[in-house]
């Protein structure tokens, strides 16, 4: 690649590489090719000299955004000595130590999308739109999601002091259509569930509407029988001060509990393994019964289904 000498306020003060070099076709005209894209367009003349000046006019172009980013640069390192060199792997580590539980693992599996690899090492102040436009285009429902996070944390903490995409710019998130479990669907899983404690997992998920994790952790402490109801502090809100829900449950959910252990959790197994886990058996057992468009959540939206013709 070409090198170009920049003089700036009367000074040489660095050699950097120019953006476009010119060549000539045979047809006798002049083109520019820019050493960054490869793009090549036609500078319209067959006079060098012209072509020479529309061709500096062009690199000059891109000498004073960079001056001016430098200076910027200078500026905020006085405050910052960090600044220039904060790359995206450190705004997703620092999110990390934020998170626990079953959120940290969502994200621990988030960050290691292969979509990000072209920009874990960039810098964060040396990014561009295409940089993330890349990122979007390479990536699935879950990548938008998870940059959306990451570029709105480096934000607000002034890692990155100017936008570099605009908002309306960003793709729309499309999130798969999502249905509840039918109970012609239920009666099925159940049946073929040869293992009682999941077989009891999966009917009282039906008739509670709990989510997988707080019923997997699900205790009989849990459990208050003089007023049938069960009350569990929800994985996902704990820590926020609010009041455990409180569920009323009926002869069907009284008859599955009574099945289950009288003291410490209902669900030995269950709790034991991570959440992706016990969603890949059930999915496992859908695909046998060529079940389709479900996952655990799907027990959730059945039971707000029939709350709802319930006139809930």
Request: hydrophobic share 35%; with cysteine.
């Amino acid at each position: 690649m070409a090198l170009n000498t920049v003089t700036f306020s009367g000074q040489k003060d660095y050699v950097m590489k120019v953006r476009y070099r010119l060549y000539r076709r045979s047809n006798g005209n002049y083109y520019s090719q820019d050493n960054v894209s490869g793009k090549q367009e036609s500078l319209g003349t067959d006079n060098k000299l012209q072509a020479q000046r529309l061709l500096n006019a062009r690199n000059e172009a891109q000498v004073a955004p960079t001056i001016n980013l430098q200076i910027a640069q200078a500026y905020i390192n006085a405050g910052d000595p960090a600044f220039s060199t904060r790359t995206w792997k450190t705004a997703m580590d620092e999110i990390l130590k934020t998170k626990s539980g079953e959120t940290l693992a969502r994200w621990q599996t988030a960050v290691k999308d292969k979509a990000f690899t072209s920009i874990i090492e960039l810098p964060i102040v040396q990014t561009r739109a295409e940089h993330l436009l890349h990122v979007l285009h390479q990536g699935r429902v879950s990548t938008n999601v998870y940059l959306r996070r990451v570029y709105n944390f480096a934000r607000d903490i002034n890692w990155l002091p100017w936008p570099v995409l605009p908002k309306q710019v960003w793709p729309r998130i499309r999130f798969r259509a999502k249905r509840g479990i039918t109970a012609e669907e239920q009666r099925r899983i159940v049946q073929r569930e040869p293992n009682p404690e999941r077989r009891r997992y999966y009917q009282l998920l039906w008739e509670v509407g709990a989510s997988q994790s707080d019923m997997a952790n699900l205790c009989a402490e849990d459990i208050d029988w003089e007023q049938h109801t069960i009350s569990f502090e929800r994985m996902k809100l704990r820590n926020r001060d609010q009041e455990p829900p409180l569920l009323h449950f009926g002869p069907t959910a009284a008859k599955i509990l009574r099945e289950l252990p009288s003291q410490g959790p209902l669900f030995a197994y269950l709790r034991s393994v991570k959440a992706k886990h016990r969603t890949t058996e059930f999915r496992q057992r859908c695909q046998g019964l060529g079940i389709e468009g479900v996952c655990l959540h799907s027990y959730r939206y059945a039971w707000a289904e029939r709350a709802q013709r319930a006139g809930m």
